[in-house]
Nanobody
Framework: QVQLVESGGGLVQAGGSLRLSCAASGRTFSGYLMGWLRQVPGKEREFVAGITWSGGLTRYTDSVKGRFTISRDNAKNTVYLEMNSLKPEDTAVYYC????????????????WGQGTQVTVSS
């Protein structure tokens, strides 16, 4: 059974940084896409960043490009989201997700989800 366990969320001032971690278990993730998505109350879940497990190909939504970095440590089965120059509009619940990679990275369609972790950026 695939399990995704997130950590690293919290409260940070605008301009600050956070690193989210996602510990993945339950299977080998070769051929999988790993992603970070976020959701604000009343809005649809939004794609933030994605990375292919095997090849390391990445994609970002325009609003975080240049500020956020997604990475993975295959030996540790862990995915990271480094968030720099945080803005109040980055405030959301952030979810780690995984799915079989079908060629599209910027997608909200994932088969497995973490529980979500709150990121709050104060002004």
């Amino acid at each position: 059974q695939v399990q995704l366990v997130e950590s690293g969320g919290g409260l940070v001032q605008a301009g600050g940084s956070l690193r989210l971690s996602c510990a993945a278990s339950g299977r080998t993730f070769s051929g999988y896409l790993m992603g970070w998505l976020r959701q604000v109350p009343g809005k649809e879940r939004e794609f933030v960043a994605g990375i292919t497990w095997s090849g390391g190909l990445t994609r970002y939504t325009d609003s975080v490009k240049g500020r956020f970095t997604i990475s993975r440590d295959n030996a540790k089965n862990t995915v990271y989201l480094e968030m720099n120059s945080l803005k109040p509009e980055d405030t959301a619940v952030y979810y780690c997700a995984a799915t079989r990679y079908g060629g599209l990275i910027a997608t909200t369609h994932y088969d497995y989800w973490g529980q979500g972790t709150q990121v709050t950026v104060s002004s």
